[in-house]
């Protein structure tokens, strides 16, 4: 059965069709905090919380909604087309499972990877008295612990949160624009999640001294259950089209130093027809160049 094609009505459907059509350089991904069905204030919170690091480019739920992601994967499918959003966090509280965190992301609106945590404490951002992020910066990343280099659950989850707080690609930094750090630990089974606001100090010379702060949240999480796509799936995920791979230039390379370098390729030349600049200090006088003629004429007068 085919599918129909519609024709927008109108310049603004056609705006909003052509952002969401698939592009070579996809759009900066969005995320959804969605609230379960029932939850705790350490939940609710936390979603808030998180939602103002991911701002301008998040969705935020304030109805809750009754979800099991683990069984029931259509939900979140479905919440992901219809707001166009490629990452999601479900918060919910019951005794089997309580403070229940679940961050996970989507590609092509199908549950890609999930992971369920459990918060043992929390702090919130409002909890610290020190100045905030600006909205719509990008954080840095600290991974701790050997877990991230050795686990697959936890490597897995590495790439999780940095695919879930990245924000937009940009070309250039500026040393002003790094204002936060996410400094995520695994020590013997548990997750410690710190975020620090960057300060940059007088230091008497041209770079600043930089002093960390913490600004939250802050928590402390278990890892509980996870849902890890498979390898076939996942390798299509990362998938890069051939248009945007950067073209091989020939003869062409880079030092350590970032200086290009290249080779080219010329025809013999003949250096007797090679023009070379010659310096004044090299060039003869008038009264050499006359010297040189008298010389030259008693010279023929001789013979």
Known sequence: MEERIVKPKNQRVKRFLDNRAPKLIENTKKAIFIRGGNTSDVISQALVDFYLLKKPDAVLFRKKNILRPFEDEASIEFFSDRNDTSLFMFGSHNKKRPHNLVIGRLFDHHVLDMVELGINSFKAIHDFTTSKCVLGSKPCFVFSGDAFETEQDYIRLKNLFIDFFRGPDVTKIRLAGLDHVMSISAVDGKIYLRTYQIQLKKSGSRTPRVEL?????????VMRRTKLASPEFYKQACR???????????????????????RVHMKRQNLSKLGTFKAKGLKRTHNEKENSRTVKKSKVEVE
């Open 213 to 221: 702060e913490e600004m939250g949240p802050s928590l402390d999480l």
């Open 240 to 262: 890069q089209p051939k248009a945007t791979k950067p073209k091989t230039v020939k003869n062409v390379s880079y030092n350590t130093f970032g200086a290009k370098l290249g």
